[in-house]
Nanobody
Framework: VQLQAFGGGLVQAGGSLRLSCAAS????????MGWYRQAPGKQRELVAT???????NYADSVKGRFTISRDNAENTASLQMNNLKPEDTAVYYC???????????WGKGTLVTVSS
């Protein structure tokens, strides 16, 4: 399984960005796709996940500002990030995890920088 992430960049506080992730290869039918982030000097943390069933999970810090969505037919997941804050600055990583196997795959990170 390969994950390719798109989007990211530099934006001013209050602005918006959209991240997209495309999965290819032997993808588990029942899976969870998500975004995690890692800020300098901090551990990687969950941002948002979405299962193939459509159920979602968000970190408290992004609830109401970020929206995750997916297209099961295309094996893609997107993260719409609105009202960005400087503390959202991090490298964002796409993840795909098989719900039965627990096997997890990671894409290369994409940098999001929010200036104040």
């Amino acid at each position: 399984v390969q994950l390719q992430a798109f989007g990211g960049g530099l934006v001013q506080a209050g602005g918006s960005l959209r991240l997209s992730c495309a999965a290819s290869g032997n993808i588990f039918r029942r899976n969870e796709m998500g975004w995690y982030r890692q800020a300098p000097g901090k551990q990687r943390e969950l941002v948002a996940t979405i299962r193939s069933s459509g159920s979602t999970n968000y970190a408290d810090s992004v609830k109401g500002r970020f929206t995750i969505s997916r297209d099961n037919a295309e094996n893609t997941a997107s993260l719409q990030m609105n009202n960005l804050k400087p503390e959202d600055t991090a490298v964002y990583y796409c993840n795909l995890r098989g719900l039965y196997s627990g096997i997890s795959y990671w894409g290369k990170g994409t940098l999001v920088t929010v200036s104040s």
